[in-house]
């Protein structure tokens, strides 16, 4: 009793300079919490608040114009039997599973190829990194729809070589969505650029001593680089999946807003704009959003699980 | 550096150099392998149509400007108006994003305060948050304020700390800045807010830039929430108009999208040209696109 007495009184009547500071300290996390009154607003009204409603309409029935009406687990239940939002899905899943890891192949090659001491590497950083920034913008796919056209680029330069094309790649439904994978291939600087980062990090004398050691090109590569990097592939790895699950536009312009040549480009998010701003069926498109959420989650999940195999953190075993 | 790069070279045995030699080479193919599209876009635009459907090089022959004048006139508005519209939205953005990301990051970076590791984990949460999750019940509440068609969606949010990236992004540089600088005006009396304005936003001028020309790119790109908020033609950004070039059924004006998909992309390159090294720095630092 005394005891805890003693404690309560220390701690209630501290010696003045403590008082001071913890007076300070007071005062530091009500001026953070100024600093934050704009951004605390916004994750109320633009992020939780729109969530929480969402997950609402999500199990309704709502079309914007009639009150919504509550009908339990029925959106995701059609989700099952709706055979558009299992292509979509399908296609959504092709399209990550090709584009994520050649993209990321690719970027950590050309990080490799711009490591090195030679002249005009900043040149080539920017012509490299340069299509990242313009990727997804309706400009560059409106271009790829042209040069995957029939009279387009692509049939044109096999013309030159003698092939005679008249496929129109965006038009048919084999190869409508490979062209969006390469679309997503040919934006690769930006993971490059991490890349490149994560590369200068490799210290020097770890290079060095692979070298004495007599590994090779490939073997240094393999057993020393790889493992260092491997932190920033995964990484790359998370942040290009969740970019790929949301990728719209070229879908969109490419298919004029159908997700056509039959359904082989209907991106997920493409088919929820569908739903939810075409035909107005805006419970249903937030029981997608909310699914989407979720794959995004998961997949973030099962990620993170796989990584303790493959992931070298350089402090683990100290 | 300069001393390690000469005595690397003075060092260096002819087979490395050789290697150095095919490295250009191998890159040189690849550089322009990645820019051919880009650039036959920008040549085609300067030709008439049947050229554009059987001329795949990049060498220039008769130039014409009338697909311009036509691409320009070809919508119900002059494309002009389109990118003042883009423009608009752009700078609103731009000026949201750094006014309420700067402050956001500040208290991250620098103060203590209850729930800081819990907010903190809110932020890098809904950086990753797809926008698919929230757009629908946006859209319910904006109509139901009267912002549909108004440009108020696209850039409201901004001022309330939404791209949460940026954030992220300032408060990565403020924790390179020494904390003396601003104890020591701490001790001359300045409060946070003085620290704020007159020592650290002067001294996080690159992490604003990178924020200021990612904003930009961004936003003059984006498609999605404004062919959601926007309907009205006159009030369409450009994406939105270059998406009418596009139909579906056939027929598409090719040297005249091609025309104002270029002068579309003028801005973003200038940035790209002018800016590089800070949006190298932003990517570097988080990740971003």
Redesign the interface.
């Given at each position: 009793m005394l005891v805890s007495e003693v404690a309560y009184t220390a701690r209630r009547r501290p010696s003045p300079r403590i008082g001071g500071q913890l007076a300070l300290?007071r005062k530091?996390?009500r001026?953070?919490?100024i600093?934050?009154v704009?951004?605390l607003?916004?994750?109320v009204?633009?992020?939780f608040?729109?969530?929480v409603?969402?997950l609402y309409?999500s199990f309704t029935d709502y079309d914007?114009l009639r009150p919504a009406k509550f009908v339990g687990l029925e959106n995701y239940a059609r989700m099952f039997v709706d055979g558009r939002f299992i292509k979509s899905a399908e296609v959504t899943v092709v399209y990550i599973v090709l584009a994520v890891p050649l993209q990321l192949a690719f970027a950590l090659l050309?990080a490799l190829?711009?490591n090195?001491?030679?002249r005009?590497v900043g040149v080539?950083?920017?012509?490299?990194?340069?299509?990242?920034?313009?990727g997804?913008?309706?400009?560059?796919a409106?271009?790829w729809?042209?040069?995957f056209g029939t009279?387009g680029?692509v049939n044109?330069?096999l013309?030159?070589f003698g092939v005679s094309s008249s496929t129109s790649w965006v038009g048919s439904p084999d190869t409508a969505l490979l062209t969006l994978v390469l679309l997503n291939v040919?934006a690769f600087g930006?993971p490059m650029?991490?890349f490149?980062?994560g590369l200068r990090q490799i210290p020097q004398e770890v290079l060095e001593a692979a070298r004495v050691d007599g590994a090779g090109k490939v073997r240094t590569f393999l057993y020393v680089i790889l493992p260092l990097l491997s932190p920033i592939i995964f990484?790359?790895l998370i942040?290009q999946t969740?970019?790929s699950?949301?990728a719209?536009?070229p879908a969109?312009?490419v298919?004029?807003?159908?997700g056509?040549p039959s359904d082989s480009t209907l991106f997920y998010?493409l088919y929820?704009?569908q739903e939810?701003?075409g035909s107005f069926r805006?419970g249903y498109?937030?029981a997608?959003?909310?699914v989407?959420?979720l794959a995004?989650g998961i997949v973030?999940a099962i990620n993170f699980v796989l990584s303790r195999f493959w992931v070298f953190y350089g402090d683990e075993n100290q | 550096m300069s001393i390690g790069a000469a005595t690397a070279r003075r060092g260096t045995p002819a087979g490395a150099r050789r290697s150095n030699v095919i490295t250009h080479i191998v890159l040189l193919i690849l550089a322009v392998g990645m820019v051919y599209p880009l650039i036959w876009m920008v040549i085609s635009s300067l030709r008439n149509n049947n050229e554009i459907f059987s001329n795949p090089t990049i060498f220039p022959s008769s130039v014409t400007f009338s697909n311009y004048v036509r691409g320009w006139n070809a919508l119900q508005y002059p494309f002009g108006q389109y990118l003042l519209n883009s423009l608009l939205i752009t700078v609103g953005s731009i000026a949201g994003n750094l006014i309420s990301c700067s402050l956001t990051a500040y208290a991250f970076a620098r103060l203590r305060f209850r729930f800081k590791r819990l907010l903190m984990a809110v932020l890098l949460g809904t950086i990753m948050l797809p926008e698919h999750v929230t757009i629908v019940p946006q859209y319910v509440i904006f109509s139901a304020m009267g912002w549909i068609n108004t440009y108020l969606p696209l850039i409201v949010p901004k001022f309330f700390g939404v791209e949460a990236f940026f954030v992220f992004l300032i408060i990565q540089f403020m924790r390179t800045i020494p904390r003396e600088l601003d104890e020591a005006a701490s001790i001359d009396g300045c409060g946070h807010f003085r620290i704020f304005s007159s020592i650290m936003v002067p001294l996080i001028m690159p992490a604003l830039a990178t924020t200021a020309i990612f904003s930009f790119i961004w936003t003059w790109n984006d498609f999605f929430r404004p062919l959601i908020f926007i309907s009205t033609p006159s009030m369409d950004t450009a994406p939105l108009a270059l998406n009418l070039f596009i139909d579906p059924t056939g027929g598409v004006d090719w040297g005249a999208a091609f025309a104002m998909s270029v002068i579309s992309l003028i801005p973003v390159f200038l940035f790209f040209v002018f800016g590089q090294r800070f949006l190298v720095q932003g990517i570097s630092t988080t990740g971003l696109k």
């Open positions: 300290r530091e996390g001026t953070a919490y600093f934050l704009p951004w607003i916004g994750l009204v633009f992020v608040g729109p969530m409603v969402s309409l914007f050309m190829l711009l090195r001491q030679i005009g080539y950083r920017g012509v490299f990194y340069l299509p990242s920034l313009l997804s913008s309706v400009a560059v409106v271009l729809d042209q040069i009279e680029l044109q330069i013309k030159v040919w930006s650029i991490i490149l980062a990484f790359n942040l969740i970019f699950f949301k719209f536009v969109f312009i298919s004029g807003g159908t056509g998010t929820l704009y939810g701003f805006m498109a937030s997608m959003g909310w989407l959420l995004i973030t | -």
